[in-house]
């Protein structure tokens, strides 16, 4: 199989990348990438003298480009993985948001849609089998409560640019769903960690103050709740609902692991006391619990998400195998390990 990854030089793409070609022999990965500032080709170290990889730098924007990424290799799947997934820089710049997540993914779809159809509710009979499967969030669905869950079935809420970009993405890949008759399939996921993933998120920054001994900032008061993911059973789920899902749906993917921000800023902290102990001597500072501090709020910081996966289940077949602390100890352990290649993204 010829299959497009896009977005397979960033955290998830990444993990998933080697993931593939780790576990099949007979797939090849056309990994498309921008290499913007979330990226980083260091992560492909392991896989880039591997001839069933082949990375191209290029945005996700440009047709011309993917149209040619189709004809030279005849892919037959895509995996869409490339998106702008920062919440406060699309705050900040929202534009950004709109053009890759909303814009670019309309383009790689259309692109599929037209290399493998005949016309509406007809495939090639070369890409009979051709599936887009296009990977979102759970914070499509806004913020719960301090009870209950998303489903399938839950309605669309975003509350920042961010999740309003993914959302719009959702919406048009359905479509052609329900428009063309397109072999489209769709996975939200809640927060992921682990290995390879970039410094501005939650729990790298908190890894990357910590070790600094700088303030380790948390918002508001810390309460706000999320499901954690690890990257790896993320990447299996994909892998799954690639293969076994149901053409048209959706499934949402949860890690079972709910905590406050102030907890999993004091889980990594007690790591960290274990493992890399703060010399007594060192700016006052006898454990890293000292630097947490509560800041200000950011705008429509949504307050919990939580997932319930059994339709993913129950008609996949998929089980998370990693256990949390476990994660979270490899995850700090790479970090640990790999701090050059961390600060040495790729331009």
């Not at 000292?290 to 339709?311: M, N, T």
Request: proline share 3%.
């Amino acid at each position: 199989m010829n299959l497009l990854v896009t977005g397979g030089a960033g955290f998830i793409g990444s993990n998933f990348v080697i993931y593939m070609l780790g576990k099949y022999k007979d797939i090849q990965i056309i990994n498309l990438d921008h290499l913007t500032y979330a990226a980083n080709l260091r992560y492909l170290d392991s896989i880039m003298d591997d001839p069933r990889h082949i990375f191209v730098k290029g945005n996700i924007c440009d047709r011309s480009l993917v149209e040619t990424l189709f004809d030279q290799y005849e892919i037959e799947g895509v995996i869409h993985l490339a998106a702008e997934s920062h919440v406060d820089n699309s705050i900040k710049n929202p534009m950004a948001f709109i053009e890759t997540n909303v814009l670019g993914t309309s383009n790689v779809l259309d692109v599929a849609r037209r290399y493998w159809m005949e016309q509406v509710g007809s495939y090639k009979e070369r890409f009979k089998n051709a599936r887009f499967h296009h990977v979102s969030t759970d914070e499509v669905y806004g913020s719960l409560g301090i009870e209950g869950f998303f489903t399938e079935e839950s309605q669309y809420a975003p509350t920042s640019p961010y999740s309003a970009s993914k959302a719009s993405s959702d919406m048009i890949v359905r479509s052609y769903f329900s428009t063309y008759g397109m072999n489209v399939v769709i996975t939200n996921c809640s927060n992921n960690y682990g290995p390879r993933q970039h410094e501005e998120k939650l729990i790298p920054t908190i890894i990357r103050k910590a070790l600094a001994l700088e303030s380790i900032p948390i918002y508001g008061d810390g309460k706000n709740i999320r499901d954690w993911l690890y990257v790896e059973d993320h990447c299996r789920a994909i892998e799954q609902v690639f293969f076994k899902g149901k053409a048209g749906e959706t499934y949402l993917i949860g890690g079972h692991n709910e905590y406050s921000n102030i907890e999993i800023a004091c889980k990594i902290c007690e790591s960290l006391n274990k493992l890399m102990p703060i010399r007594k001597d060192e700016k006052g500072i006898t454990c890293y619990e000292q630097l947490i501090e509560l800041v200000k709020d950011r705008p429509g910081h949504d307050f919990r998400y939580a997932i319930d996966d059994s339709k993913l289940k129950k008609e996949v077949g998929f089980e998370i195998l990693s256990d949390f602390d476990q994660g979270m100890e490899k995850t700090i352990r790479w970090f640990l390990n790999n701090d050059a290649v961390v600060k040495n993204n790729e331009d």
